[in-house]
Nanobody
Framework: VQLQASGGGLVQAGGSLRLSCAASVRTFSRYNMGWFRQAPGKEREFVAAIKWSAGSTYYAASVKGRFTISRDNAKNTVYLQMNSLKAEDTGVYYC????????????????????WGQGTLVTVSS
């Protein structure tokens, strides 16, 4: 499985960006997908996840109400719409795929994801 993230860039605080993550796998619709981010000098942290069926979404408290995760299984792509961006949203954003069934519907743990994209840099200027 290969994941290719794109859409990062430089944006002013209060602005918006839309990240995309294209997967090269025929069984994309069976994977739970997640977005994580890593700020300079900090650990990678969970941002959002979407269940394989696209029926359920999950967010970190810091982005809830501002970010929206979605997926298009026909296009093998997951998206992260980011609105009302803040300087603290700055970091490298990674998409990840989780093959395993989860009763909760998702995981927020880095080590539970099986595949990772290369990351796309988001810089929010204040």
């Amino acid at each position: 499985v290969q994941l290719q993230a794109s859409g990062g860039g430089l944006v002013q605080a209060g602005g918006s960006l839309r990240l995309s993550c294209a997967a090269s796998v025929r069984t994309f619709s069976r994977y739970n997908m997640g977005w994580f981010r890593q700020a300079p000098g900090k650990e990678r942290e969970f941002v959002a996840a979407i269940k394989w069926s696209a029926g359920s979404t999950y967010y970190a408290a810091s982005v809830k109400g501002r970010f929206t995760i979605s997926r298009d299984n026909a296009k093998n792509t997951v998206y992260l719409q980011m609105n009302s961006l803040k300087a603290e949203d700055t970091g490298v954003y990674y998409c990840a795929a989780d093959w395993k069934y989860r009763s909760s519907g998702y995981s927020s743990r880095v080590y539970e994801y099986d595949y990772w994209g290369q990351g796309t840099l988001v810089t929010v200027s204040s």
